[in-house]
C-alpha cells in the first residue's frame, strides 16, 4: 500500500503558513501538510517521524536559525540527504538563491502573493516533486 504523502512546511509566519496550506489544499490530489514555525520544530518532527515526509517547504526567514542553516542540517544527515527541499520565500535576492543551490536546495521558489498565483505554483510543484519526480524511499 502507497503511503500518504506529506509535506513538511517550515513557516513562522502564520498567515503565509495558511495560505500556504490553503492553497495546497487547492490541488489534485491534495497532499497532508505539517506546518512548523521553527528550524528546531522542523528537526523534531524529522527525528520523530518513523518516515520522512516527501517534500519540505522551507522559508529561509526563521526566527531560532537562518533556514539555509536548517537545509544544510538536513543534508548533512545521512538518512535525510535524499529529501527534496524546496525553498519558499519572499526574498528572490540572487545571493539567497545562489546559496540555496550550493547548500543542495531541490529547488528555489519565491511566494507569490496572490492565492490563484499561488495555488498554480503549489499545484505545479505537487506535480512535479510527489507525482512526477521518482523519490529515494
Known amino acids: ?11 513562522d ?11 495546497l489544499s487547492l490541488t489534485q490530489p491534495p497532499p497532508r501538510c505539517v506546518v512548523v514555525g ?10 520523530a517521524s518513523p518516515m520522512p ?3 519540505v517547504l ?8 537562518h533556514g539555509l ?3 544544510q542540517q538536513i543534508k548533512r544527515d545521512r538518512t535525510l540527504a535524499a529529501l ?9 535576492a540572487l545571493p539567497d538563491i545562489y546559496q540555496s543551490y550550493r547548500d543542495f536546495a531541490s529547488s528555489y ?20 516533486w510527489l507525482r512526477t519526480a521518482r523519490l529515494a524511499p
Do not use: W
Open 13 to 23: 509566519e502564520p498567515a503565509d503558513a495558511e495560505l500556504i496550506t490553503h492553497a
Open 58 to 65: 522551507l522559508d529561509i526567514n526563521l526566527p531560532d536559525m
Open 38 to 47: 521553527s528550524g528546531a520544530e522542523a528537526l523534531a518532527h524529522l527525528a
Open 109 to 128: 521558489l519565491v511566494k507569490p502573493d496572490d492565492l490563484g498565483q499561488l495555488t498554480h505554483v503549489m499545484q505545479a510543484l505537487c506535480d512535479f
Open 1 to 11: 500500500m502507497k503511503r500518504p504523502v506529506q509535506i513538511l512546511l517550515v513557516e
Open 84 to 92: 527534496p527541499v524546496v525553498i519558499l520565500s519572499s526574498s528572490d
Open 69 to 71: 542553516e536548517l537545509l
Open 53 to 55: 515526509p516527501q517534500l
